[in-house]
């Protein structure tokens, strides 16, 4: 008898776990991540596109118990910035060509080239101890499909570690890559995207996590200092054209916080119908525990040359309107 109840007991709660998964209306910062299968979302260092009305969500797929001798890609899917399916692993890697053991993979960034209708993948690939400093690229005829590993090479000569993602409101890509010798580095790609074309600026500042955003005729580019999985007070600089001149970097955040724990890694725009919502996308590193590295996105305080990253706090965002809200706020008046 004891047994039968279990065993319904069980099945219940797995029938619930698929019912109620698909139920986040809520962006809890720090917090675990249910995806669609009650999994910890594993997207770490992650870029999103979008593509029609679904967010794509790819990155660093951590989770446990994975085949050491591969590196994986994760994608998650959503139409809403809050729910998210998960995809599969859209990379499953052995060493490409003679990276050697602890060959590493790291922040990959999915584009889609329009006229080749093509998905290209850019990551940093690098040796042990990050000796190599690579770009790799790997193409796919799908969003979510297997991509497949095409070659690796330094951007325009330069070494490259952490990249990021820009495109602009005209659809040019950018690959944003930090050339520790030098800066960070932000180059347009080819035509069919399978190379780093042209060097638009080098922002001599030495920063990792590189992002930008291009909000109301400004520019705003974001980067965190080289402190390997810790974290640091992340600044931001603006600038009227991405080839510069770049301002000052300030701080995103009371710089006693360490970015409150987070190292930048995304600015997402959503454009509503109301209004506009700029995401500050973060990783919450836990070197030893990667597969429990956490989120946090925070909705800026942006506009007329200022970044603010508030306070980490649930919220919430209606991605047709464009609005945001902090669940506090929602909440007020009601008991
Ligand atoms: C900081 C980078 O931003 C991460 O992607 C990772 O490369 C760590 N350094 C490794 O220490």
Redesign the pocket.
């Known amino acids: 008898m004891k047994l039968k109840r279990l065993i319904a007991f069980s099945c219940f709660c797995g029938f619930a776990q698929i019912i109620f998964a698909q139920k986040e209306t809520i962006i809890k910062p720090n917090e675990l991540w249910p995806d669609d299968k009650g999994n910890h979302i594993q997207a770490h260092?992650g870029g999103i596109i979008k593509l029609g009305k679904t967010y794509y969500w790819y990155g660093e797929e951590r989770a446990q118990g994975l085949d050491s001798n591969y590196r994986y890609v994760s994608c998650y899917a959503s139409k809403d910035l809050m729910n998210w399916t998960f995809k599969g692993d859209v990379v499953k890697m052995s060493d490409p060509d003679s990276m050697g053991a602890k060959w590493?993979l790291?922040?990959p960034k999915v584009f889609y080239n329009k006229k080749t209708k093509k998905y290209v993948m850019y990551m940093?690939i690098?040796s042990k101890n990050?000796k190599t400093a690579q770009v790799a690229i790997a193409v796919c005829d799908k969003p979510d499909g297997r991509f497949k590993y095409v070659k690796r090479f330094r951007p325009l000569g330069h070494e490259s570690?952490?990249i990021g993602q820009f495109i602009d409101d005209d659809g040019t890509p950018y690959l944003v890559f930090?050339d520790r010798p030098f800066g960070f580095r932000i180059a347009t790609l080819s035509a069919d995207y399978m190379n780093v074309e042209k060097e638009v600026c080098l922002i001599p500042a030495h920063m990792?996590?590189g992002a930008i955003v291009h909000y109301k005729g400004l520019y705003y580019s974001i980067g965190?200092a080289?402190?390997?999985?810790k974290a640091n007070p992340n600044k931001y600089a603006t600038a009227k054209s991405l080839s510069g001149p770049w301002s000052e970097f300030k701080d995103i955040a009371p710089p006693e916080t360490n970015t409150y724990g987070g190292?930048s890694?995304m600015l997402l725009k959503v454009e509503g119908t109301k209004g506009t919502t700029v995401i500050f996308l973060a990783?919450v590193?836990k070197?030893k525990t990667q597969w429990d590295s956490r989120y946090i996105w925070m909705p800026l305080e942006i506009g007329d040359g200022k970044l603010w990253v508030p306070e980490p706090k649930p919220w919430t965002i209606d991605v047709k309107t464009g609005e945001n809200k902090l669940v506090e706020a929602l909440n007020v008046g009601q008991n």
């Open positions: 260092g590493i790291e922040r940093h690098d990050y570690r952490d930090e990792e996590g965190s080289l402190t390997g999985w190292q890694t990783d590193w070197p």
